[in-house]
């Protein structure tokens, strides 16, 4: 069995954000497979499980923010009795152009505090995590208000073939 979890931060106010990038990616996996979504209480986390190409699979999104993500994803795999090599994480990459994926198991959190609250609360980054991109903030932007900005209108008409490459990469990752 695998866990894969879609990084986002919860409520409206951040759905189309550049941050919930990997939170998308992860509804369409689900919508893909036709799971449904149920919450998971002790974790706090919405969550799908079925089967991913032939791998039994459990699909979650913390309710968490973004930042505190580690504590539901350790929760989870501690619940269903899951080894961190069984993890993989979907998140918003800013040194990935934007539409570029990339998958790859362990390495650093590139400063991204969702995986760094991961990885701290599992005490390894030696998980799998698929970075998609969104680019880089324009000129003096803050990151921070980068990444809780809508994507531009050109990005917006890719959005749907960036969430449908980054479900193909986990895809990928479950069946090697």
């Known amino acids: 069995m695998h866990l894969v979890i879609g ?8 759905e189309g954000t550049r941050h919930n990038i990997g939170a998308a ?12 979504w149920s919450t998971h209480k002790r974790s706090n986390c919405a969550m799908a499980q079925g089967r991913i190409g032939n791998q039994p699979t459990i699909l979650a999104r913390p309710r968490s923010m973004m930042n505190l993500s580690g504590q539901p994803v350790k929760t989870l795999l ?5 080894d961190y090599s069984q993890l993989i994480v979907l998140f918003d990459d800013i040194e990935l152009g934007f539409g570029e994926i990339a998958a790859r198991s362990g390495g650093g959190d590139h400063g991204h505090k969702g995986l760094r609250s991961i990885s701290q609360q599992l005490g390894t980054k030696e998980y799998h995590k698929v970075g998609i991109g969104i680019g880089r903030p324009p000129g003096r932007m803050e990151v921070s208000s980068f990444v809780l900005k809508p ?24 069946s090697s």
């Open 7 to 14: 990084l986002g931060n919860p409520g409206p106010k951040y």
């Open 78 to 82: 501690q619940f269903y009795k899951l």
């Open 25 to 36: 990616a992860l509804g369409e996996l689900a919508q893909r497979y036709g799971l449904s």
């Open 151 to 174: 994507f531009s209108k050109a990005e917006q008409a890719s959005v749907p073939i960036v969430l449908a490459d980054a479900a193909d990469a986990v895809e990928s990752l479950l």
